[in-house]
């Protein structure tokens, strides 16, 4: 079994209830009607049920009806959900009146599902940019106890099996945060090893990369890393995690033996934390493209629930395999709860 179906069994085994906010968008439905028929989650559609079930019949999908569809405009849960908005929002200026109409926007309807305890986790960004589904997200979910900040992880689907798990690594951050400072860079860490851990499996090996390896350098970024590997180190005590490490020295025993001799981590590293978000964004686009690896994300991580944005540009696969990694997360989130 590989990982990916690996993936899917857990999700499978323990289904969590993800929900869907573009739930009239055609590649949203077909994998909507995938999961429902493999039993991967339970998903809830956020559209029109009657245009909803018209284009089920349209594309031919037969299992649109096991799911839970939410009309944004008329359910009974409407006015609890703005209430709930307006009380979580009334210090930053929102009004009943404001809260009634957002709460009908379905991109605010799913993350107030979650706040609610209605659903476990979201899948948006088909119709919709970044900024639309992590605006939402961030004034309502919220980041977990803990973390600073949010960020975007990939999976990385290599074809080196000598690398990470059978070729398998986690990189971050990738997509949202320019610039971390040494503490946001330290939250970024430990929650891509909770990545690593909920949905690859695997027990997190952490890398703080930089140009240096273990004082080779003498740098404001380098001193920036190394104050990251400590405060991480503080958050996560249990956590496996070293750095400064050159990207070499962190992957390969050879190289680390050398540079890095005694680490637990340097040349066995399956996640790789960079230093800012260009260099993250480059490096995963250059080992996509060049090293042939298939690259899944972005993954964002920091929040207190999976919501998990598209490109807009995915495929019916895309989505299928980003509910099976919310389900993974939400999972492990509430398993940390315990």
Known sequence: MDLMQEIIARAKADKQRIVLPEGTEERTLKAADRLLADGVADIILIGNPAEISS??????????????????????KKAA?????????????????????????????????????????EIAGAQNTTGNVLRPALQIVKTAPGM??????????????????????????????????APELASIAVATAATARD?????????????????????????????????????????????????????????????????????????????????????????????DAEAVGPILQGMAAPVNDLSRGCSVDDIYKMVAIASNQSIGLKAAKK
Request: charged fraction near 20%.
């Open 199 to 291: 949905i690859v499996g695997v027990e997190p090996r952490v890398a703080m990369l930089s140009f240096s390896t273990k004082g080779s350098a003498s740098h404001e970024m380098v001193d920036k890393v190394v104050e990251a590997t400590r405060l991480a180190k503080e958050m996560a005590p249990e956590l496996k995690i070293d750095g400064e490490l050159q990207s070499d020295a962190a992957l390969v025993g050879s190289v680390a033996s050398l540079k890095a001799p005694g680490s637990e981590v340097a040349g066995q590293a399956n996640v790789l934390v960079f230093p800012t978000l260009e260099v993250g964004n480059i490096a995963y686009k250059l080992v996509q493209r060049l090293g």
């Open 81 to 121: 959900y703005a209430d709930l908005l307006f009380q979580l929002r009334q210090k930053k200026g929102m009004t009943p009146e404001k809260a009634a109409v957002l709460a009908e926007d379905p991109l605010y309807l799913a993350c107030l599902m979650i706040k609610a305890g209605d659903a476990d986790g």
């Open 55 to 76: 284009l089920a019949a349209n594309y031919g999908l037969n299992h649109i009806g096991q799911a839970t569809i939410v009309d944004p405009k008329n359910h009974e």
């Open 148 to 181: 600073s900040c949010v960020s975007g992880a990939f999976l990385m689907f290599t074809k080196k099996p000598e690398y990470g798990k059978e070729g398998l690594l986690v990189f971050a951050d990738c997509a949202v945060m320019p610039n971390p400072t």
